[in-house]
């Protein structure tokens, strides 16, 4: 293992980083803010040393919501090119960071090749990569299976984790009374191995081995939500909030030993039970960064999952989640391609840009006072230009009014030039000035 300190180090010893300092100007904040929302364990910068075009980020309550895409093969499709495609794809359309959740073909290529081609963090389940290894036989696990490669996903560059290390062998008994058990394919996992040896979740006994090899690259640990829910039947049960506090815990011995950390959170969750579950998280976990999927606030919308759940997180952001991770309209039904990547961040970059517009975010709302003057103004380019999919606004406009000289026309093709609000409202104003 190498020897290094970690951002959480140096902000308990009051020492700025280059990383702090990126963020705190992409951020428009200043550095000893960032530093001490670090130290508090309020905010994290995943940034693993061996990432070496790496733009760092903050994740936490004083940044802006960040999202995250997922990517990843499967056993069914496993093209490196591919996933490079969704890696691009996801950068162009502005997700803060990506999952690679990886589970077929060369896991190790298909690794190297989304770190060499993103200037985000990368995340992982190291489990997926564990039980490829083992050829799908999850009771073969050993300790030292799990920790060599973590450390070999570290050496790669792979800047924070998800371990399912909160869901213990006692919490079996609350499951039973749910609709539908274990949704979290790690979870799941951990489950047939616990209840086969009848051990404790290897992830948990061996946490201080995690965390030694997590100390040693600058890796962050995102704690797994294995009893997440999976239906709104099942949500805010005893299950879950059993397990986050276990994963509580767990943050705080992760912040002894200068590992930063962040909370992952539910699932599916009516719309009137966010709040509740964001301040329950804030209490078991003293003010971890919460990471949510979603959450989804109907189990209905399959096809239009990244609506559904965008909804759910747009409200999570705005009542105190640090960072969403993105649902793209294949959720529940098939492996997404780049146009679902592409769908999905942009239904998520909304609901995070609406989120810190509501939390009165340093500068929020400036593009949507441009975009507004742009539009009052018929400057099409520059309304192009600043909507957050600028492909799609321009796609859309030009179905009806392709030429160029339209990009100059004081009207667009639902009012057409008679009819247009912005243009009668002009008239009246100039007509009528100083009357």
Request: hydrophobic share 40%.
């Given at each position: 293992m190498s020897n290094v300190n970690t951002q959480l180090f140096y902000a308990k010893h009051d020492i700025i980083t280059k990383e702090m300092e990126f963020v705190a100007n992409s951020e428009e904040l200043d550095v000893n803010l960032i530093k001490n929302e670090i130290k508090k364990g309020r905010l994290i910068i995943p940034a693993n040393i061996n990432h070496k075009n790496l733009n760092p980020i903050g994740i936490g309550i004083a940044t802006k919501t960040k999202i995250n895409a997922n990517i990843g093969s499967s056993s069914i499709e496993n093209c490196i090119e591919n996933e490079v495609i969704k890696t691009q794809?996801?950068?162009?359309?502005?997700?803060?960071?990506?999952?690679?959740?990886?589970?077929?073909?060369?896991?190790?290529?298909?690794?190297?090749?989304v770190i060499a081609n993103s200037c985000v963090p990368i995340g992982t389940v190291p489990m997926y990569q564990i039980l490829h290894d083992l050829k799908d036989d999850i009771l073969n696990l050993s300790v030292d299976k799990m920790l060599s490669t973590l450390?070999?996903?570290?050496?790669?560059?792979?800047?924070?984790?998800?371990?399912?290390?909160?869901?213990?062998?006692?919490?079996?008994?609350?499951?039973?009374?749910?609709?539908?058990?274990?949704?979290?394919?790690?979870?799941?996992?951990?489950?047939?191995?616990?209840?086969?040896?009848?051990?404790?979740?290897?992830?948990?006994?061996?946490?201080d081995e995690i965390l030694d090899i997590c100390r040693s690259y600058d890796v962050s640990l995102s704690l797994g939500d294995s009893l997440r829910p999976g239906c709104l039947a099942d949500a805010s049960d005893d299950a879950q909030f059993n397990e986050l506090k276990v994963l509580g815990e767990l943050a705080k011995r992760a912040y002894d030993k200068d590992v930063q950390?962040?909370?992952?959170?539910?699932?599916?969750i009516p719309l009137?039970?966010?709040?509740?579950?964001?301040?329950?998280?804030?209490?078991?976990?003293?003010?971890?960064?919460?990471?949510?999927?979603?959450?989804?606030?109907?189990?209905?919308?399959?096809?239009?999952?990244?609506?559904?759940?965008?909804?759910?997180?747009?409200v999570a952001a705005w009542k105190g989640v640090a960072m969403l991770c993105y649902v793209t309209p294949k959720e529940h039904l098939g492996l997404p391609n780049a146009n679902d990547v592409r769908e999905g961040i942009i239904a998520y970059k909304i609901a995070a840009h609406a989120a810190d517009i509501a939390?009165?975010?340093?500068?929020?709302?400036?593009?949507?006072?441009?975009?507004?003057?742009?539009?009052?103004?018929?400057?099409?380019?520059?309304?192009?230009?600043?909507a957050l999919d600028s492909d799609r606004a321009r796609e859309y406009h030009d179905e009806s009014l392709p030429q160029d000289v339209f990009k100059g026309a004081e009207f667009c093709s639902m009012c057409g030039p008679k009819f247009c609000s912005y243009k009668i409202s002009q008239n009246i104003f100039k007509e009528y000035k100083g009357a």
């Open positions: 794809t996801s950068i162009k359309y502005g997700a803060d960071t990506i999952m690679d959740l990886s589970t077929g073909g060369n896991l190790d290529e298909i690794r190297k090749a450390e070999k996903q570290a050496k790669q560059g792979v800047s924070y984790f998800t371990i399912h290390c909160g869901f213990l062998l006692s919490h079996m008994p609350l499951i039973a009374k749910r609709k539908m058990g274990i949704v979290s394919r790690g979870g799941s996992l951990m489950a047939s191995w616990m209840m086969h040896h009848h051990k404790e979740n290897p992830f948990y006994s061996a946490f950390v962040m909370i992952e959170g539910p699932g599916h009137n039970q966010i709040e509740r579950n964001v301040e329950i998280q804030k209490e078991l976990c003293n003010e971890a960064p919460f990471y949510v999927l979603g959450p989804l606030v109907t189990d209905i919308g399959a096809g239009y999952d990244h609506i559904s759940s965008a909804i759910g997180a747009c939390r009165g975010r340093i500068n929020a709302r400036v593009r949507d006072d441009a975009m507004s003057d742009a539009r009052y103004a018929f400057r099409w380019e520059e309304q192009f230009s600043l």
